[in-house]
């Protein structure tokens, strides 16, 4: 794949060129944009060696290259999104007006830094990281892997607990994926004629379609969406859900995931950071300096109005994690859990509290909410996660 | 061609556009690749692709996304009628089941789709891919196999290669992610809603009938109705609507009468949601704003 190749090293580039048929003599220009090529892949523009060389097509190929336009030419080139478009402009003037290199940080730019630029606080100082109270010390005769599924999210503390927790967590999505996945070859059975398989056969019939062909319809796998609720009393159980979402979104080609506070903010690209530690501190990032009472009504406002038509389809299952504890107006939740319920295939809200002994939803946004529910199920263990798969291989 | 003389084409074919916009078809056209136009809905993304088929006038081959699009629909189909009706007319002969299938499986029993059909034109036409996010992303794949070889292949006949290369644009409304592959197959513009002074240019150039008083206070009016909370903003096609109906009832201002003229409001406001975040107070603001 061009993704692959690496733009690094102008002069090399240049012999490369050659190679490919178009003749350059290197001029200062030509190695300025390739260096910017190159810049802007360290920047996570989605370049390869052949936006390079178009680049340097389009370079050859204008008479009259001012600034403007080469700005135009190479945006038009160098982004493949709305956010991409975003970032370009500043990303050229850094470079073409001041020479600079700096790398823009990644985290998109528009959310608080704490701590000022280039220090990213560590998921410790945010609170998110050994905040599990209550060491549970009872093995028993059970295996810790069995240990670990009936244990409440809550009493997990070591750093080993944790890593355990996530590999389950991740082979569980993974297993729910494969469940859904598999309908497809249970399910090959189509109502429609294939008309075009059926007049193969039938030449041997003399054109009398005697045998049928069917068109089997391949079930596509669910989507699913999770919105996480990060706020104060769902704090125990935070770093776990985190790590669940990644496993999900690791796993399930199409799935989402926002988590919420007091306001709504979409987590998917820093989750599909490989590396699990910066990926919680991405988070802490971007959870950073909220603060007051949860909003759920709002949040989920926030979210059917701006990202609901982009994530959800007919085939989506949300996945709302949460308490309940809502400080605005139960009527707001109500309608925009109604309002989502009607987009989408199923909701389902998983809440960790149904774990707890004599729990009752008696959180007025929790009531407020339920008769919209498809589903309302414990999450506070592993073993209540995995008896939502077959509920969701039914769908 | 050169971008600014592009851009002067597509105002003379009623497109205004905005400089890098036409620096971007040139590209397209000079680089042979497509272009992705994303934007909001109403931006003018689909009459890009009718502006340059009339500057290179050739033709339009349009072919609209929607879900669970497949190959069948797109890129051709067996005329199966024909089909059974040369199987019947053969019977006679003595043909083995091999011969008769070679013969059934020819051209002229084909039905081209948009895809065949933009791949087999003499003169290339522009294939405008609309809503290119509503399609699911098994036809996105298969598109974009096609993009990238401007082959397609028959099983009962080979492949087809291009006769010529297609002025392929996709437009996207980002109701959904699209794959990477195809974005960074494609050359992407973001197109934006207008501003104001380009925006006039529009009405003016599309509704010439609308005095040039009217004209402003409309473009005015529409730009801070954009700024408003609402679920689908008005886009251009809305205030040429609004523009042709106030023409049509002989406003010559926005500010005669108040009541009526917030009943043209559906022209630019399409869910209820949005017409009653539009109180009259709201309208007042607005219209006093504008004018």
Not at chain 1, 232 to 260: C, K
């Amino acid at each position: 794949m061009s993704g692959e190749d690496d733009i690094g090293g102008a002069e090399d580039r240049v012999v490369a060129l050659a190679s490919h048929g178009i003749q350059h003599d290197a001029s200062p220009l030509v190695l300025k944009i390739l260096r910017f090529a190159r810049h802007a892949r360290d920047n996570g523009f989605p370049m390869g060696i052949d936006e390079a060389l178009d680049a340097l097509e389009f370079a050859d190929q204008s008479d009259l290259l001012d600034r403007q336009s080469l700005r135009w030419g190479l945006r038009t080139l160098f982004c493949s999104s709305p956010d991409d478009w975003e970032r370009f402009d500043d990303l050229f003037d850094s470079y073409w007006s001041y020479g600079g290199e700096r790398t823009i940080l990644k985290v998109s730019g528009s959310l608080p830094r704490p701590g000022g630029e280039g220090t990213i606080p560590t998921a410790d100082q945010l609170g998110f990281g050994n905040e599990l109270a209550e060491a549970d010390e009872t093995t028993g005769g059970a295996t810790a892997r069995e240990r670990l599924e009936g244990t409440d999210f809550r009493h997990l503390d070591s750093e080993r607990d944790l890593q355990a927790v996530h590999d389950l967590a991740e082979r569980l999505a993974r297993r729910m994926r494969w469940r859904l996945s598999r309908r497809r070859r249970v399910r090959a059975r189509g109502r429609t004629i294939d008309l075009r398989n059926t007049i193969h056969k039938s030449l041997r019939h003399g054109g009398t379609p005697l045998e049928l062909a069917y068109r089997r319809r391949h079930p596509r796998p669910l989507k699913l969406v999770v919105i996480l609720d990060a706020s104060g009393s769902m704090n125990l159980y935070s770093t776990f859900f985190i790590r669940f979402i990644r496993g999900i979104i690791e796993s399930f080609a199409q799935s989402d995931a926002f988590v919420f506070h007091t306001r709504l903010v979409h987590l998917s690209s820093a989750l599909r950071e490989k590396d699990i530690e910066r990926a919680v501190e991405r988070m802490a990032v971007m959870s950073a300096g909220w603060g007051g009472g949860t909003r759920i009504g709002e949040s989920l406002k926030t979210f059917n109005r701006h990202h609901a038509k982009s994530t959800i389809n007919s085939r989506t299952v949300v996945m709302i994690v949460s308490d309940g504890y809502d400080t605005g107006p139960p009527e707001v939740l109500a309608a925009q859990v109604k309002k989502l319920r009607g987009r989408a295939k199923r909701l389902v809200w998983l809440n960790p509290m149904i774990g707890w002994k004599g729990y009752q939803p008696v959180a007025q946004g929790m009531t407020a909410a339920l008769p919209h529910v498809d589903l309302f199920a414990p999450a506070h263990n592993l073993e209540s996660l995995a008896k939502l798969a077959p509920y969701l291989e039914r769908l | 061609m050169d971008w600014r003389d592009l851009q002067a084409k597509l105002a003379g074919t009623g497109y205004i556009s905005d400089p890098d916009l036409a620096m971007a078809i040139a590209m397209t056209e000079r680089l042979k690749r497509p272009i992705l136009i994303e934007g909001e809905a109403g931006v003018g993304k689909t009459d890009v692709a009718k502006a340059l088929t009339q500057i290179l006038d050739t033709d339009l081959i349009r072919l609209q996304c929607y879900e669970g699009l497949d190959a069948n629909a797109t890129v051709y189909e067996w005329n199966y009628q024909r089909q059974l009706l040369a199987i019947k007319i053969w019977e006679e002969e003595k043909l083995t089941a091999d011969e008769k299938e070679e013969h059934i499986f020819q051209e002229k029993f084909l039905l081209k789709r948009p895809l065949l059909d933009a791949i087999s034109r003499e003169q290339a036409p522009v294939l405008l891919i609309d809503e290119i996010d509503r399609a699911d992303e098994e036809f996105e794949a298969f598109l974009l196999e096609v993009l990238s070889d401007y082959q397609i292949s028959i099983p009962e006949m080979g492949t087809v290669k291009a006769v010529s290369i297609p002025h392929v644009i996709l437009t996207s409304n980002s109701t959904r992610e699209l794959s990477d592959a195809l974005r960074r197959r494609c050359l992407y513009h973001w197109l934006d809603y207008p501003s104001e002074d380009k925006e006039l240019a529009i009405v003016n150039a599309r509704v010439p009938e609308a005095e040039t008083k009217l004209a402003g206070q409309i473009v005015r009016f529409v730009q801070a109705l954009r700024r408003e909370d609402l679920e689908k903003k008005p886009g251009v096609a809305e205030s040429l609507d609004w523009a042709r109906a106030l023409v049509g009832i002989g406003a010559a201002r926005i500010d005669e009468d108040l009541d009526e003229m917030r009943e043209t409001l559906m022209c630019l406001l399409k869910t209820r949601a949005d017409r009653e975040q539009i109180a009259p107070e709201v309208f007042e603001r607005l219209v006093a704003k504008a004018v």
